[in-house]
RNA sequence: GCGCGGUUAGCUCAGUGGUAGAGCGCCUGCUUCACACGCAGGAAGUCGCAGGUUCAAACCCUGCACCGCGCACCA
C-alpha cells in the first residue's frame, strides 16, 4: 500500500498499466480455450489516418464490450489493423513529391511510386495504432493486419478470380462517375449530392430545314453543348411532335444534329426541350442508346476541353468553358435569358470536386447473395441496432446497383488479370501471373479500396483463429458507412465463409461540434483527441464521452462533458483515499456475518440494484446509461450519502461498528472497480492494486479478468428481512437531513458553523440515528425532547423523524417563521389538492392499478398528516 | 418527391401511460479532519404547435411547423 496523491494524476498510471498489460499478453486470446468466444474485428482506420472524437467514440464502445466480455468469462479477441484506404494515401504520397522533389507519381512511375508508398507507410503510416494504445485499447497487437499485407492481397485476389469465374464480375464500357482531380473512375456511393446554387441558361438553336425558327432549350450546362448530338422532346409533346425527325443547328461547333422523341423527357420542365449529350450525362447516355446517336466526347479526363470543343475552348478548364460558353452565345444571339436556379450536383467524396459522368472500361460486380442478405438482416440473424438502420440497409439492397470496381490508381490491389499482346481479347485471369508473361500484360487498374475492406471479418483471421472466433460477435460502426462497408461485409460474409460475419452491429452517432456542425479537419472545429487525453486523461475522455452518446443520436460535442469524466475519476480516487486513511482494506470480504448498521444494508442494496441495472443496459448497448447509472450510483449514494454517513461509524470509539463499516466500503469498492474496469480500465486497476483487492480463482493478477458481480448472488448472507426496512429508515433520515440543512440555510446559518437542535422524535427508532443525523445536519447537539417547548418565532420544520426545531436565541421573529410555515401549508395544500381531484376521480379509482391507486392514498394520508402537523406548529406560534 | 431522426430548464441531453430529471451554467453559504476536479442549499420547464385516444399523455394516434440526415431526381 503506497500514499495516495490528493489529485488523480492519469498520465503515469496510464502509462503504466497500459504497459503492464502489454507485457503480460493480457490481449492475445487463445483460440484453443474451453471458454466461449467473444470477438470484434476494427473498423481498419485509413493507414494515413489520425486519431478523432469519432474513433474515440467508436474504439470506446468496442474496448467496452470487450473488456466486459472478458470478466464474463469469454475468450475475447479483438482484432486491429489498418485500410490502405486507395485513393487518399497515393494522394499523401503524390502531394508530398510534388512539394519536396517536383515530381509527380509519373515521373518515377509505377513500380517506384510504389516503393515510395510502402516507405511512407512504414514511416508514417499507422500512427493511429499508437493512439489507440493511448486510449487503453485491449486490441490483440499480435494479430494487427493491414489491407496490403501478402496474404490479404492474396485472399482479395482469389476472391477477384472466384466471382469472375463465377461471371459476376464483368468488364464494360459504361457511363461511370469519374473524378477530374483523383483522375479515377468510383463508385456511386462516392459521390455526394449536394445542393448548388447556379444558373439555368435558356438558348436557342436553329432549325436546319427553317431558318430564323428556333428550339428554346433550358441547360444547367452550356459547356458541353460542344458534345451535344441530338435534341430531344417527348414524342407527344404537341408542340415539338411535329419536328421530331427534323434537324437544327447546334451552333458551335456548327453541325447539323436531329430532333429525337423520346419519352425520358418531361414536358413540363423548362421548355421541354433537352439537349442531348451522350458522353457527359446518365441519361443523355441512355437516349444516345435508345437512337444511337454519335457520342461525341469534348472534356479531357482532368475536366478540361478537348481539340473536339473547338480551338477556343480546347485546354480551357470545364468552368471557365461555361463561362465562355454563355459569352458566345450572348454574342451570337442564341443566349433568351439566364434564372438562378438550384440543382443537385455529385460531388467526389475524396477530392470534392464535382465529379463528370464519363464513358469508360470499367470492371463491375454483379452483388453476390444479395436475398440472403437481405434477409439476414430481416430475420435478425444479423442484429442491427437501433433498428431503424435496418430500413436504410433494407432500401439500398432492394435498389442494388452494380458496383464499379476498377480504379485508376496505383497504390492498391492490382487487378489480377492479364491480356495478351499479340490479342488484347484473350484475358488471364488468375491468382498467379501467366506462365510466359512476356507475351501479356498486367491489367494497369487497382480495386476499389472498399473491395479489400468487404473481406476484413476472416481474411484478418488464420485457420486456427476463423475456427474460433468467427463469425464475430459485435461490429462497432458508424451509419455513415452502412452501404460502403456493413452491406458489402454481409454479402462477403455468406458468399465466401457460408456464414454472416457478425452478430450484431452497433451504430454510433456521429459526433458534431457545439453548432451541429460534422468535425472535420478542413473546418478546423475537431479538437485533438490527444490533447485532450494529456488534459483530462484517457479515461476521463472515455467515460465523459460514452456518458453524452445516446444510442445512435449524434452527439454535440463539449470539453465540458469530458471535465465531467476527469473530475468523476478524481471523486473516485479520493473516495479510495480515504478509505486507504483508515488502514487496510480486506482483499476478499465476505459479508456473512458481519454486523451492518441500516446505512450499510441500504448502500448494499443500491450496490445490488445497480449490477442489476448495468446487465440491462449492456444488454440493450445503452453506454450512456450505464455510465449515468455508476456516476449516480457512486457519486451520490455512495459518497455523499454512504460515506458521510458511516462516518459516525468510522470514527467512533466501536471498533466492531468501524470495522463493520470498513468492510462494506471494501466490499462496494472493490465491486465498484469491477464495474467501473470497463469504462475506466487504467484508473479502476490502479485502485484495485492499491487497496490490495483480490479476488478468487480467476487465475490471473489483472482486475480485467476478475469475474463481472453476479446479481443474483451478490448479497448472499445476508440479512435479507431487515433489507426493506433499513433502506426506509436510510431514506427517513436522508429526508430529514435534507430538510434539516435546508432550514438552517433558509434562516443563514453557514453550512460550517455548528448549531444546537431539538427533535420531538417520532419514529420510535429516532434516536438510534440521532447522532449520525446530528453530524450530517453538522449539528453539535440533538435532543430528543417529547415535550419540547419551543421559544415564539424559533424557526422549526416537521421532518419524518419528527418535528425538529433550531433555537435562535430570537433572532428570528416569530412573523417571519410564520410566513415561512405558511408557505409549507401552501405547497402541502397544493399537493393534496392534486392527488384529491384524481382519488375523487371514480374512472381514475376504478381503471387504474390497484397499486397506482394505493400509492396515491398513501400519499394523500401523507400529506394529511403532514398538513395538521404544520397547523399545529402555527399554532405554536400563536397564528 | 420518398424515407428517417430531432424539437423537454439558459446550454448539452436523459426520460416509451401514473406527482417533470441529470450535468454544466446561475444565485447563496462553506479553505467542516477524501475530494474546490469539492461540500451544502436554492432559483429555473404551458415537455415545438393543433387536434384525437385514455380515468390518466412529454410518452400512443393524426395533421402542421422548424432543424438535421439519407435516398431518388427535371436537363
Known sequence: MSEISKAYEPQAVEEKWYSRWLAD?????????????YSIVIPPPNVTGMLTLGHVLNNTIQDVLARRARMLGHEVLWLPGTDHAGIATQTVVERKLRKEEHKTRRDLGREAFLERVWEWKEKHGGIIIQQLKKLGCTCDWSRERFTMDADYSREVQAVFVDLYKKGLIYRGKRMVNWCPVSLTALSDEEVIMKAQNGWLYHMRYELADRPGEFLEIATTRPETLMGDTAIAVHPADERYKHLVGSHVWRPFPRARIPIVGDEHIDPTFGTGVLKVTPAHDKADFEIGQRHHLEILDVLHP????????????????????RKAAVEKLREMGLLVKEEPYQNNVGYSERADVPIEPRLSEQWFLKYPK???????????????????????????????????????????????????????????????????????TQEEDVLDTWFSSWLWPFATMDDATRGKFYPTTDLVTGPDIIFFWVARMIMAGYEFTGQKPFANVFFTGLIRDMSGRKMSKSLGNSPDPLDLIAKYGADGIRFGLLRIAPQGQDIRFDEKQIEEGRNFANKLWNAARFRQMHGPSAPEVQLEGLKLSSYSLDILAKLQELVVKLDAAYGEYRFNEAAQ????????????????????????????AKDSALAVMDFVLSHMLRLLQPFMPHLAAELWTTLGFTAPDHGCEHLMYVAWPQSATLLAGLERERLTTASQRVAAVYESVRLARNLRAEVRIPSNKKVRLFL?????????????????????????????????????VLTPLGELYLPLEGLVDASAEQERIQKEIAKVEAELATVGKKLSNENFVQNAPAAVVAEHRKRETDWKEKLSQLQKMMHSLGG
Open 760 to 796: 420531538k422524535p417520532q419514529p420510535e427508532w429516532a434516536e438510534e440515528e440521532s447522532a449520525t443525523f446530528a453530524r450530517l445536519v453538522n449539528a453539535e447537539t440533538v435532543t430528543l425532547e417529547a415535550n419540547y417547548e419551543p421559544a415564539r418565532g424559533e424557526p422549526r
Open 302 to 321: 482532368d475536366g478540361t476541353m478537348n481539340e473536339l470543343a473547338g480551338p477556343e475552348f480546347a485546354g480551357m478548364d470545364r468552368f471557365a468553358a
Open 25 to 37: 499478453g493480457c490481449f492475445t486470446p487463445d483460440p484453443a480455450s474451453a471458454k466461449p468466444a
Open 629 to 656: 447509472l455508476m456516476y449516480d450510483f457512486f457519486w451520490s449514494e455512495y459518497c455523499d450519502g454512504y460515506v458521510e454517513a458511516a462516518k459516525s461509524e468510522i470514527f467512533s470509539e466501536d471498533p466492531a
Open 370 to 440: 444479395v436475398a440472403e442478405s437481405l434477409e439476414a438482416v430481416k430475420s435478425g440473424a444479423v442484429a442491427f441496432r437501433p433498428e431503424r438502420w435496418a430500413h436504410v440497409y433494407d432500401h439500398w439492397m432492394q435498389n442494388i446497383q452494380d458496383w464499379c470496381i476498377s480504379r485508376q490508381l496505383w497504390w492498391g490491389h492490382r487487378i489480377p488479370v492479364w491480356y495478351r499482346k499479340d490479342n488484347p481479347d484473350c484475358v488471364h485471369v488468375d491468382t498467379a501471373p501467366p506462365a510466359d508473361p512476356e507475351n501479356w
